[in-house]
């Protein structure tokens, strides 16, 4: 059963995560979290355990969304009223998040726009999360609804109750694996840029502005689009949407390729390895050793034993020797969608690591 009926939800889970309609969610989403400012002097156990919350509620409303429309598609309306109404709601979400930006990157006082307030207890920022995981899921319906009505939803038709909970909870675990190695990544780095680079702070809020104001502008356009769309089937296309299509066509062939359970199980050991090391410091004595141990025991069971160093050492290794040589190609055709990305990783990758070395000599001349 998990070779046949569970790779495919859990697959389709990674690939929800990136669809077209929401495909500007998740980078906004994680604008909007780095651009809260709610835990950033917390130790890092606190980091790690606000990101697996947020993350785990964001999730679950998103899968909890999807689920309720499979209930209401089976037994209120059709399908194709749904698709009808989803794009009005894309283009006020846009229309939304743009304004949002804005305060944030002139640093008004924010008030609450769709349930996304930027200061204030645990209970606001849940709320929050509630709202944005309702915005991505309603967003993510003109693309994903039909692949999960046919193959997560149908299955508690077709396998029963248990089984089809199983398959649903595997889609869960596979859109989670996207959204909790974000989140987390970003919690870390933030929590640590704050701590130790105060003067990146700035930079850091104004990214998190930047990507609402970007990824609303994109839901806005998008949302306009498809109501063209179904109102003209044959009214054209727009260029900014394609070139969106074509990246996340490219990132859905690459999973494909190297395999849905593969991309998932690399980023569930990722994330395995955030919270080892993010929680380390709130243990002591044996209990530091034995999670170690068992860390340590479930890295060399999966990527030693099972897939013998190619789930994540080896692509590791070969992105990085590879990449003078990438660097190179991009100025033969600097228009692809891979020569931006790659660009972006790698100014990414070289502030992180000035930073960590300013942060180093900061720390030793004290």
């Known amino acids: 059963m998990f070779d046949i009926e569970l790779v495919l939800p859990f697959s389709l889970g990674i690939v929800t995560a990136i669809n077209p309609c929401g495909f500007a969610m998740l980078p906004t989403w994680l604008g909007y979290f780095i651009g809260r400012d709610t835990a950033d002097n917390q130790a890092r156990p606190e980091q790690v355990i606000r990101g697996l919350f947020v993350s785990l509620i964001l999730t679950t409303t998103f899968v909890g969304v999807f689920g309720f429309l499979g209930f209401v598609i089976s037994h209120l309306v059709n399908e194709e009223t749904i698709a009808q109404k989803t794009p009005w709601i894309t283009v006020i979400l846009g229309a939304l998040l743009i304004p949002y930006g804005f305060s944030l990157l002139f640093k008004n006082n924010q008030k609450k ?23 991505y899921a309603v967003v993510s319906v003109g693309c994903s609804a039909p692949l999960f009505l046919l193959q997560i939803s149908g299955s508690f038709s077709r396998e029963g109750i248990f089984e089809g909970t199983i398959i649903f909870l595997t889609y869960a675990l596979g859109l989670g ?22 003067k990146v ?6 990214i998190g502005a930047l990507s609402l104001m970007v990824g609303g502008a994109y839901l806005f356009i998008y949302g306009i689009y498809e109501i063209r769309t179904l109102n003209s089937p044959g009214s054209g296309t ?12 490219h990132l859905t062939i690459w999973i494909s390729e190297v395999g849905g359970l593969e991309v998932g199980l690399a980023l569930w050991l990722i994330v395995l390895t955030f919270i080892i ?10 209990a530091k050793k034995a999670i170690r141990f068992s860390f340590l025991g479930i890295w060399l069971l999966v990527e030693g034993v099972l897939y013998k160093g190619t789930l994540v050492v080896r692509p590791v290794i070969n992105l990085f020797s590879k990449w003078p040589e990438r660097a190179f190609n991009w100025f033969e055709e600097p ?32």
């Open 277 to 286: 090391w993010g929680l380390s410091p709130a243990f002591t004595g044996i």
């Open 238 to 249: 727009n260029q900014i949407v394609e070139k969106i299509n074509d990246l996340q066509s």
């Open 335 to 366: 228009k692809r969608w891979a020569v931006l990305l790659e660009i972006i990783a790698s100014g990414v990758l070289l502030s992180i690591i000035f930073l960590s070395c300013v942060a180093f000599f900061k720390e030793k001349n004290k």
């Open 201 to 206: 702070l700035p930079y850091v809020d104004l």
């Open 113 to 135: 726009v769709f349930l996304l307030n930027r200061r204030g207890p645990a209970s606001n920022e849940m709320l929050s999360v509630i709202g944005f995981g309702v915005s």
């Open 177 to 198: 694996a996207v959204v909790t190695v974000s989140t987390l990544s970003l919690a870390l780095a933030r929590g640590g840029l704050v701590r130790n680079v105060r």
